[in-house]
């Protein structure tokens, strides 16, 4: 399997769900699976899930499910004829009652339409393709827009309305149904989608506490409010998803590159993982190499610092499922040769929290790690705290993260630079040092001769927090 420490995230389709498909991906270097609940049946989904464990088993790896929430996701409905083209400077009609009669009116999904939109505003469907003006609503059922830019619309498309406040929840009932099956198969990451503030993360937060499930939150961020909001949004999240596709429809697509650069540092500022989604290898859709444009997109993401890289429709409906991993994972192994990635270092702010001890004890061993060209860091952890916290510091040192706490093993794989084991003896601090070193001398992750960093927790089998940094041989 290929050693890079930015992960690489693959959703899973028609094209690659099978058992052998999901083998030769990760083989090549997929750290993280991701569900898109937008498309497919809950059967497919369930056996999708199987598959990804099924393979995990076979192979003694960990990877990471991120389940997608479609949240309230705007569509227009069927077309009749399935498209139809809209004129520049003329006037559609669009309602919210569904109707058998042909009578030039486009069909919207959403209920509140007409209550919500004011006149001014824009429509954008087709990701951002066509754009109208709203000339009038009567606040029920109906909403009358001029066509600025036209073209042809087909059935289903999506609908942006990037000034208006909109007034469905962010999870619809689909979502919820959604939740049920994603938390029954335990998976590792919910993502959210159309996160609008806090108050979005901590209603999933609640629903997840209640079933006792372990899954942490994505909060995808392509709404201007969530940009607004993106200091409590990241206090109150996991991980956050940079998801252009709907971020540059919704605000002006020149602003993307720049939010993309704040949106990561932010992250590693906050030691909360980040991933950089959307086109990142869009011709490979069907061509079997990508355009050097994509090749560089990839790359900035990685200098960047992002946790990790997304691949969409290149996976799921894909011609090269496994290659476009390949060809990704050479990109990134590349990359991280560079220099400026590494040693993000943040000294701990004064506190009197029980965290300040641990920040400190990560802050001092990244520093070290670096001053003695330390082989890797090995952290003890049962909520995996260290883990996301050296994450954060960028060390040039592997991170290995021991935990005899299950549910986080395959949750570690969408953090930068994370390899997780599976211990569970605790016998004495200096017994699982010796221990752990022997295991991965085993598993020729060290060789002899490495220096290398330890941190737990004395005493030991007490799980507390991590006060102790030890340096040594193997």
């Given at each position: 399997?290929?050693?890079?420490?930015t992960?690489?995230?693959?959703?899973?389709?028609?094209?690659?769900?099978?058992?052998?498909?999901?083998?030769?991906?990760?083989?090549?270097?997929?750290n993280?699976?991701?569900?898109?609940?937008?498309?497919?049946?809950?059967?497919?989904?369930?056996?999708?899930?199987?598959?990804?464990?099924?393979?995990?088993?076979?192979?003694?790896?960990?990877?990471?499910?991120?389940?997608?929430?479609?949240?309230?996701?705007?569509?227009?409905?069927?077309?009749?004829?399935?498209?139809?083209?809209?004129?520049?400077?003329?006037?559609?009609?669009?309602?919210?009652?569904?109707?058998?009669?042909?009578?030039?009116?486009?069909?919207?999904?959403?209920?509140?339409?007409?209550?919500?939109?004011?006149?001014?505003?824009?429509?954008?469907?087709?990701?951002?393709?066509?754009?109208?003006?709203?000339?009038?609503?009567?606040?029920?059922?109906?909403?009358?827009a001029?066509?600025?830019?036209?073209?042809?619309?087909?059935?289903?498309?999506?609908?942006?309305?990037?000034?208006?406040k909109?007034?469905?929840?962010?999870?619809?009932?689909?979502?919820?149904?959604?939740?049920?099956?994603?938390?029954?198969?335990?998976?590792?990451?919910?993502?959210?989608s159309?996160?609008?503030?806090?108050?979005?993360?901590?209603?999933?937060?609640?629903?997840?506490?209640?079933?006792?499930?372990?899954?942490?939150?994505?909060?995808k961020?392509?709404?201007?409010?969530?940009?607004?909001?993106?200091?409590?949004?990241?206090?109150?999240?996991?991980?956050?998803?940079?998801?252009?596709?709907?971020?540059?429809?919704?605000?002006?697509?020149?602003?993307?590159?720049l939010?993309?650069?704040?949106?990561?540092?932010?992250?590693?500022?906050?030691?909360?993982?980040?991933?950089?989604?959307?086109?990142?290898?869009?011709?490979?859709?069907?061509s079997?190499?990508?355009?050097?444009?994509?090749?560089?997109?990839?790359?900035?993401?990685?200098?960047?610092?992002?946790d990790?890289?997304?691949?969409?429709?290149?996976?799921?409906?894909?011609k090269?499922?496994?290659?476009?991993?390949?060809?990704?994972?050479?990109?990134?192994?590349?990359?991280?040769?560079?220099e400026?990635?590494?040693?993000?270092?943040?000294?701990p702010?004064?506190?009197?929290?029980?965290?300040?001890?641990?920040?400190?004890?990560?802050?001092?061993?990244?520093?070290?790690?670096?001053?003695?060209?330390?082989?890797?860091?090995?952290?003890?952890?049962?909520?995996?705290?260290?883990?996301?916290?050296?994450?954060?510091?960028?060390?040039?040192?592997?991170?290995?993260?021991?935990?005899?706490?299950?549910?986080?093993?395959?949750?570690?794989?969408?953090?930068w630079?994370?390899?997780?084991?599976?211990?569970?003896?605790?016998?004495?601090?200096?017994?699982?040092?010796?221990?752990?070193?022997?295991?991965?001398?085993?598993?020729?992750?060290?060789?002899?001769?490495?220096?290398?960093?330890?941190?737990?927790?004395?005493?030991?089998?007490?799980?507390?927090?991590?006060?102790?940094?030890?340096?040594?041989?193997?």
């Amino acid at each position: 399997m290929i050693d890079k420490k930015t992960k690489i995230v693959a959703t899973l389709g028609p094209a690659s769900s099978d058992k052998e498909t999901i083998k030769a991906m990760i083989l090549e270097g997929l750290n993280v699976c991701r569900i898109n609940f937008s498309h497919g049946s809950h059967e497919v989904h369930a056996q999708t899930f199987e598959n990804i464990r099924a393979v995990d088993k076979e192979l003694g790896t960990f990877t990471a499910i991120l389940a997608d929430l479609q949240g309230p996701k705007l569509r227009v409905g069927e077309i009749p004829g399935g498209v139809m083209d809209l004129e520049t400077n003329s006037e559609i009609v669009f309602t919210t009652k569904k109707s058998d009669k042909e009578d030039g009116k486009l069909y919207i999904t959403y209920p509140e339409f007409a209550k919500d939109v004011k006149v001014g505003e824009r429509i954008l469907l087709d990701d951002g393709k066509l754009i109208l003006e709203t000339i009038s609503t009567n606040g029920k059922n109906e909403v009358r827009a001029k066509v600025l830019h036209g073209g042809p619309l087909s059935s289903n498309k999506g609908v942006n309305l990037p000034n208006t406040k909109i007034s469905l929840p962010c999870l619809t009932p689909k979502d919820l149904e959604d939740l049920d099956l994603a938390l029954k198969y335990d998976v590792d990451w919910l993502g959210l989608s159309f996160v609008r503030n806090a108050r979005d993360i901590i209603e999933l937060k609640h629903l997840i506490k209640i079933k006792e499930k372990h899954a942490r939150i994505v909060a995808k961020i392509e709404k201007p409010e969530a940009i607004d909001d993106i200091a409590d949004i990241i206090k109150e999240t996991d991980a956050l998803m940079v998801a252009r596709g709907d971020l540059g429809v919704e605000i002006p697509l020149q602003n993307v590159p720049l939010v993309q650069k704040m949106l990561i540092t932010k992250s590693i500022k906050h030691a909360k993982p980040v991933i950089v989604a959307t086109q990142m290898m869009e011709s490979m859709i069907e061509s079997f190499t990508p355009t050097r444009a994509e090749v560089n997109d990839v790359a900035n993401a990685v200098l960047d610092g992002a946790d990790a890289v997304m691949l969409s429709a290149e996976t799921s409906v894909g011609k090269h499922p496994v290659e476009v991993i390949r060809v990704m994972a050479k990109i990134v192994k590349e990359v991280e040769t560079a220099e400026e990635i590494y040693h993000h270092e943040e000294p701990p702010a004064e506190s009197k929290e029980d965290r300040y001890v641990t920040d400190s004890i990560c802050f001092n061993a990244t520093r070290l790690s670096n001053r003695v060209k330390a082989r890797a860091i090995i952290t003890m952890t049962f909520s995996g705290y260290t883990g996301f916290k050296i994450s954060s510091q960028r060390p040039k040192a592997d991170i290995f993260v021991f935990t005899g706490n299950r549910s986080i093993l395959s949750q570690m794989s969408l953090v930068w630079g994370v390899k997780s084991f599976y211990y569970d003896k605790m016998v004495s601090t200096d017994h699982t040092i010796a221990d752990i070193k022997y295991i991965l001398k085993k598993q020729k992750e060290l060789n002899e001769g490495d220096m290398v960093i330890h941190l737990a927790s004395i005493p030991i089998s007490e799980a507390g927090m991590t006060n102790m940094l030890k340096l040594g041989k193997v």
